[in-house]
């Protein structure tokens, strides 16, 4: 059963496109690089070039790192390089009692727990288990606090002792069909082994919400029928698939693109000081020599699919 209803967000009272929904979802925590540019684009292309709908959504889950001028920044700089979106743009952080909705489903079924493991605590555990297994996202969590018991943890609970959702990946795994895959364009269906993730937090403390389940969440609310990201983020398609199966939402299909490098081979990163586009701007920079510097030189063909608003610089 879903969380929400799918038809629910920017997506909803518009007709539907004959060709895919797309979307781009930044984190308006820096400036948008080249990195970001070729994401951005590509995305854009998937959806005009077969007349379906491209979405722009601002995932700022991170209340610590997210500023309100960085928000402002993305939508000029997508606008300067001549990409337009449909509908108005999501913003996470006014959907949190969404997010709950699915979390508490979740619950419901027991596969939720609370984890009152600090980061450093965890840490230590996983060294002194010697060679503990790894994920995408880092060392398994050894699953100390999925071992407490009912009254342990309310006990914990009611003395205010911090603590994280994580999902109950044993559990999980036994509500879903073993040949849970996922259709990679070019590629066909690819087996999820969601398993490799082990006790995946969901949400925590200061963010009501995890990246996995927040995007997920709004793919399906938005109704993006594909998603387009980097390369990187590939191993993260098989706890998506499997939170879309245990929640009911609907399956998109998926598109990861190659990541842009420096001259050292190096993924363009903010935190490595990656150009941003405001700079190349400044530059003297054309649009035209920025797409075709995040790899898509040509023209840009505008043309929203159902009332797109464009944010004027």
């Known amino acids: 059963m879903p969380a929400t209803d799918p038809t629910a967000g920017p997506a909803s009272g518009s007709p539907p496109a004959p060709g895919p929904t797309t979307r781009f979802a930044p984190s308006p925590t820096g400036l948008l690089h080249l990195g ?8 854009w292309r998937r ?24 928000a402002v920044a993305i939508e000029a700089d997508l606008a300067w390089l001549g990409l337009d979106w449909d509908g108005p743009v999501r913003v996470q952080s006014a959907h949190w009692p969404e997010y709950r909705v699915a979390l508490d489903l979740l619950a ?6 609370p984890c009152f493991c600090t980061r450093a605590e965890i840490q230590r555990e996983v060294a002194a288990a010697g060679h503990a297994p790894h994920g995408p996202d880092g060392p398994l969590y050894p699953g100390t ?13 009611a003395a205010g002792t911090p603590y994280a959702l994580r999902l109950d990946m044993a559990a999980a795994l036994e509500e879903v069909p073993r ?3 996922f259709h990679e364009l070019g590629e066909g269906r690819l087996r999820c082994d969601p398993g490799q993730f082990g006790d995946a937090v969901l949400a925590r403390k200061e963010v009501p919400g995890s990246y996995h389940l927040c995007v997920t969440h709004d793919d399906a609310a938005q109704g993006v029928t594909l998603v387009t990201r980097g390369a990187d983020l590939k191993p993260a398609t098989h706890l998506h698939r499997l939170l879309q199966a245990l929640l009911g939402w609907p399956e998109p299909a998926y598109a990861h693109h190659k990541l842009l490098t420096d001259a050292s081979g190096r993924r363009l990163a903010k935190r490595d000081g990656a150009p941003t586009l405001r700079a190349l701007r400044e530059a003297g920079r054309s649009p035209e020599e920025v797409r075709a510097l ?14 797109h608003e464009r944010t004027p610089l």
């Not at 959806?47 to 960085?70: H, K, M, N, S, V």
């Not at 606090?145 to 609970?157: F, G, K, N, V």
């Not at 995040?294 to 009332?307: L, N, Y």
């Open 179 to 181: 040949d849970l895959s």
């Open 36 to 43: 970001h540019a070729h994401g951005a684009i590509f995305a």
């Open 145 to 157: 606090c999925r071992r407490l018991s009912t009254a342990e943890r309310q006990a914990r609970i």
């Open 108 to 113: 419901a079924r027991g596969l939720l727990y």
């Open 294 to 307: 995040a790899g898509f030189p040509g023209p840009v063909h505008s043309g929203a699919a159902s009332g």
């Open 47 to 70: 959806a005009r070039e077969a007349g379906g709908r491209f979405l722009l959504r601002l995932e700022d889950i991170d209340a610590t790192r997210c500023r309100p001028e960085y």
